[in-house]
């Protein structure tokens, strides 16, 4: 048993380890939900109703009624007057004990909410207790843990009263810099929480606001940026190729370019490239709302490292969007001589082959899907890899491309924009850039929010789009439970279409097509053969059709707010005037009409993702990087943001100059979970 081990017989340590709670540390950090006032007695005639309160009573009578059904029901009464206690579940013991105080005078502590009856007030499962006539009440409010089937709240009480008094709560911060940001000591924070003392107001402690709180949060917050920070740090010891180069062949590339960089295109390819010079890998997140321009970025930064003599190795999370990037970048990249290979799981095996021995060859760029990781790849000298729509790539899946090849240079894109707050905690292991700034010229998209009994109207809007030469996409709609439904949906909605709009070329593309039929599909909607593609969220990323200028959602209430916005995205990439119609069931509840409300209301992807968030919580954002990123439990990233910073700060104060404290303060909060972190 090591020194913090919770001391429980194994049946209660097994029960505990379900809540998360292996050593006395984690006890110490299980922090009340809520609170329960018993520091006072009010009279029953005085007790509002629906609060909690507590009595103080005797007992009149004692009863088991059958009526409805099998219930022990007591009444009860102080000065002011009566009230009945109703038991519906109750064991024979309690009768007795209920009887006993009966006969003896006793009185009864009576703690719950009081509601008006038929017979007059009563309360249903109360918690109650014999009490001595000169029984004090307690001092402190009582606190309400989580906990699970088997630990009463009392048990955990007194394991946690334990592990205050036998656990390390020694400070770790500076004093005077806490007493400069109002946050109390560690061990007076975590012992007021536990049990507070008369006096402190309840409204702050129920709504965490309370400096106390205050503090832990600070410190969750903390541990946090320390394990991401300290992470960062560790890939940076490790070597990376020096790609030096002398931007002549991005010179090149941005001189056959139809347009000129934006300045906010020319500021991250700047970051970027000093990032590629240095010794060390870079680690950046490239973030930028849909038709930014994230991918010329990358193909700069793929021109220094194949000017510096080695490989790049681009990733896409879909066939559509690989076999995109590999057309467009081959389109931009052939003519500068650079070999441009392709590669995706859907190849034949002697393709595959080839295109494997290429890549670990003669091939400079690398375009392609999962693939690139999963079949026997070995670069040559893969010197940067990027990955694109990196949210959609499991941990597991990036760490892979990391070790492949060496220690190349990571650049990940993401168009689902991030809020700030979110980014520098969850992502504070991670340089970030950001594109904020469309290229010129855009139109911007005019989105309308249409209940689905005006179908037919939508209808004639798409015809009349056609008409006037350009082309749509229809988006069936989103069935998460079950892929074969969404199949089924797909193919329906292809079989109205067809016949409502049977003038019309219409196409189709879902999940459960083959790599090479999708990109058939995909080549036919570019090359305008077809008017309006029924498809899946399979478009949801990346697909680049300036010629499409109308899109309508159907069923749009549900999608997540981001999806949608990266649906919409897919128009209004040419000059013309696009639409995006969002077509909704009725009846809609009021918060799916408060989430469309927003995609229809903003065009700025950070602001829906903020407001998202708000809606969501940050788990949506962060799906995919949880098995490696501490979630917080207290810390709210909107409402404690300015935590967010002064904890950044600290971070890279302590790992600096004391990393011995920080490694005790990660221990305290993560323990053993931190091994899993630098994985
Ligand atoms: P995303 O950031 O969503 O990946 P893309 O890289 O696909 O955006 O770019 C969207 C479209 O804008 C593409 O057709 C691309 O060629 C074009 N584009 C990129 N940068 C510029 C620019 N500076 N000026 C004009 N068009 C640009
Ligand atoms: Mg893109």
């Known amino acids: 048993m090591s020194a913090d081990e919770i001391n429980a017989p194994p049946a209660i340590k097994a029960r505990l380890a379900k809540l998360g709670l292996a050593r006395r540390d984690d006890l110490v950090l299980h922090l009340p939900l809520r609170y329960e006032d018993e520091t006072r007695v009010t009279l029953i005639a005085d007790a509002p109703p629906g609060l909690p309160v507590q009595f103080e009573a005797e007992v009149l009578d004692v009863s088991v009624q059958f009526r409805p059904r099998r219930q022990l029901v007591a009444r009860v009464a102080d000065a002011s007057g009566e009230l009945t206690l109703r038991f519906l579940n109750f064991?024979?013991?309690?009768?007795?004990?209920?009887?006993?105080?009966?006969?003896?005078?006793?009185?009864?502590?009576?703690?719950?909410?009081?509601?008006?009856?038929?017979?007059?007030?009563?309360?249903?499962?109360?918690?109650?207790?014999?009490?001595?006539?000169?029984?004090?009440?307690?001092?402190?409010?009582?606190?309400?843990?989580?906990?699970?089937?088997?630990?009463?709240?009392?048990?955990?009480?007194?394991?946690?009263?334990?592990?205050?008094?036998?656990?390390?709560?020694?400070?770790?911060?500076?004093?005077?810099?806490?007493?400069?940001?109002?946050?109390?000591?560690?061990?007076?924070?975590?012992?007021?929480?536990?049990?507070?003392?008369?006096?402190?107001?309840?409204?702050?402690?129920?709504?965490?606001?309370?400096?106390?709180?205050?503090?832990?949060?600070?410190?969750?917050?903390?541990?946090?940026?320390?394990?991401?920070?300290?992470?960062?740090?560790?890939?940076?010891?490790?070597?990376?190729?020096?790609?030096?180069?002398?931007?002549?062949?991005?010179?090149?590339?941005?001189?056959?370019?139809?347009?000129?960089?934006?300045?906010?295109?020319?500021?991250?390819?700047?970051?970027?490239?000093?990032?590629?010079?240095?010794?060390?890998?870079?680690?950046?997140?490239?973030?930028?709302?849909?038709?930014?321009?994230?991918?010329?970025?990358?193909?700069?930064?793929?021109?220094?490292?194949?000017?510096?003599?080695?490989?790049a190795a681009f990733m896409a999370p879909t066939e559509i969007l690989a076999e995109q990037h590999y057309l467009k970048l081959r389109m931009w990249l052939a003519p500068l001589g650079i070999e441009v290979a392709w590669l995706s799981g859907s190849l034949k095996k002697a393709a595959k082959q080839a295109m494997q021995l290429q890549a670990a060859t003669s091939a400079q760029l690398v375009v392609g899907t999962h693939a690139l990781i999963q079949e026997g790849v070995d670069f040559a000298r893969l010197g940067l890899a990027i990955v694109d729509e990196q949210h959609r790539f499991g941990v597991a899946q990036r760490l892979e491309l990391r070790r492949k090849g060496g220690n190349p240079h990571q650049l990940m894109m993401s168009a689902t924009p991030i809020p700030r707050t979110l980014a520098m905690s969850y992502y504070a292991d991670l340089d970030i850039s950001i594109l904020d700034e469309l290229p010129p010229g855009r139109t911007p998209i005019k989105t309308k929010l249409v209940s689905d009994a005006r179908r037919d109207e939508v209808i004639a809007g798409v015809r009349g789009a056609v008409t006037k030469g350009r082309q749509a996409y229809w988006v069936c709609p989103l069935i998460e439970e079950s892929e074969k439904l969404q199949l089924q949906t797909a193919l329906d909605t292809f079989a109205a279409l067809s016949e409502e709009l049977d003038d019309l070329r219409i196409g189709l593309v879902h999940g459960r097509l083959k790599a090479d039929e999708k990109a058939a599909a995909m080549a036919a909607f570019a090359a305008g053969e077809i008017d309006v593609l029924v498809a899946t969220t399979v478009i949801e990323v990346g697909v680049d059709v300036p010629n499409a200028s109308l899109m309508v959602i159907e069923h749009a209430e549900r999608f997540g707010l981001s999806q949608l916005h990266q649906l919409r995205g897919r128009v209004g990439r040419g000059a013309h005037d696009s639409v995006c119609v969002l077509l909704y069931q009725q009846p809609l509840s009021p918060t799916a009409r408060a989430r469309l409300k927003i995609v229809f209301e903003n065009t700025d992807g950070f602001e829906i993702a903020r407001q998202d968030l708000h809606l969501r919580g940050p788990g949506e954002f962060v799906g995919s990087r949880q098995s490696g990123v501490p979630l917080l439990r207290y810390a709210d990233l909107e409402a404690d943001a300015d935590l967010v910073e002064l904890a950044r700060q600290m971070a890279e104060h302590l790992l600096r100059d004391d990393p011995e404290r920080a490694e005790r303060h990660l221990k305290r909060w993560l323990g053993c979970r931190e091994e899993l972190l630098k994985a």
Not at 189 to 196: F, G, N, T
Not at 225 to 239: C, D, E, I, M, P
């Open 91 to 311: 064991y024979g013991s309690q009768t007795k004990q209920l009887e006993t105080a009966r006969d003896n005078g006793r009185r009864l502590r009576i703690f719950g909410e009081v509601r008006h009856g038929f017979l007059g007030p009563e309360m249903v499962h109360p918690r109650y207790r014999p009490v001595d006539v000169d029984e004090a009440l307690p001092q402190s409010l009582t606190p309400v843990y989580p906990t699970t089937a088997g630990i009463s709240q009392n048990a955990l009480r007194k394991l946690i009263g334990k592990a205050l008094g036998e656990a390390d709560l020694s400070e770790l911060l500076n004093v005077r810099w806490c007493a400069r940001h109002a946050l109390p000591a560690f061990a007076d924070a975590v012992s007021l929480l536990h049990a507070p003392p008369p006096g402190v107001p309840e409204a702050a402690l129920q709504l965490r606001s309370h400096p106390a709180w205050r503090r832990i949060k600070f410190d969750e917050v903390l541990a946090q940026q320390l394990s991401l920070r300290r992470a960062y740090n560790a890939r940076r010891q490790k070597g990376a190729p020096v790609l030096c180069a002398s931007g002549q062949l991005a010179q090149q590339l941005l001189a056959a370019l139809p347009f000129g960089l934006t300045a906010a295109q020319q500021r991250v390819a700047e970051e970027i490239a000093t990032d590629l010079a240095q010794p060390y890998p870079m680690q950046r997140l490239l973030q930028g709302d849909v038709g930014s321009g994230k991918t010329i970025v990358a193909a700069l930064a793929a021109c220094q490292a194949i000017e510096a003599g080695y490989q």
